[in-house]
T-cell receptor
């Protein structure tokens, strides 16, 4: 199978930092994506990693370790609008983008 | 520029009926993928089409079928609807078959309710 595991729910305080982890099966790996999805809306692209290391984009950063089958999404200076589901998705063999179940993040004031 | 457009946005069907969902990709995008998202879950891959040919299929029964037209728009058909088919059906487009740039753009989805 191509199971992708991420925590179901997380909570954090406005202004804080939160790290959302994702583990996946490495066979056939061809890239990892993070998407943000607000309730009732379509997913929107956040980041893409295909090589090991950290990709920084404003308040959001994403890390990948291909050998460990591990990624995380780091959100800094949390804002209330960051309350959403965060989806980890892995591209396998160029034709299947497999999503995890998503991590529902709630940011409190 | 218009994004990915899907129709209808909402629809209600009864068990045993058939449904057709439509998707228009971003202009210039040749790859269209379909996903099913049940409430509280991540999207599940159904199909990918590139240049009018099926290039990938997820673990869905044969009741699910799709096609891509010469203008790269796509239709998803589901026959003999079951209650469990109730979900948000998402269409995503990308420029290439392999999304090497990570730019997979989603439409707002078609929310199907089966009664």
């Amino acid at each position: 199978g191509q199971n992708i595991d991420q925590p179901t729910e997380m909570t954090a305080t406005e202004g804080a930092i939160v790290q959302i982890n994702c583990t996946y099966q490495t066979s056939g790996f061809n890239g990892l994506f993070w998407y943000q999805q607000h309730a009732g809306e379509a997913p929107t692209f956040l980041s893409y990693n295909v090589l090991d290391g950290l990709e920084e984009k404003g308040r959001f950063s994403s890390f990948l370790s291909r050998s460990k089958g591990y990624s995380y999404l780091l959100l800094k200076e949390l804002q209330m609008k960051d309350s959403a589901s965060y989806l980890c998705a892995v591209l396998y063999n160029t034709d299947k983008l497999i999503f995890g179940t998503g991590t529902r993040l709630q940011v409190f004031p | 520029d218009a994004g990915v457009t899907q129709s209808p946005t909402h629809l209600i069907k009864t068990r045993g009926q058939q449904v057709t969902l439509r998707c228009s990709p971003i202009s210039g995008h040749k790859s269209v993928s379909w996903y099913q998202q049940v409430l509280g879950q991540g999207p599940q891959f159904i199909f990918q089409y590139y240049e009018k040919e099926e290039r990938g299929r997820g673990n869905f029964p044969d009741r699910f079928s799709a096609r891509q037209f010469p203008n790269y728009s796509s239709e998803l058909n589901v026959n003999a609807l079951l209650l469990g088919d109730s979900a948000l059906y998402l269409c995503a487009s990308s420029l290439l078959q392999g999304t090497t740039t990570g730019e997979l753009f989603f439409g707002e989805g078609s929310r199907l309710t089966v009664l």
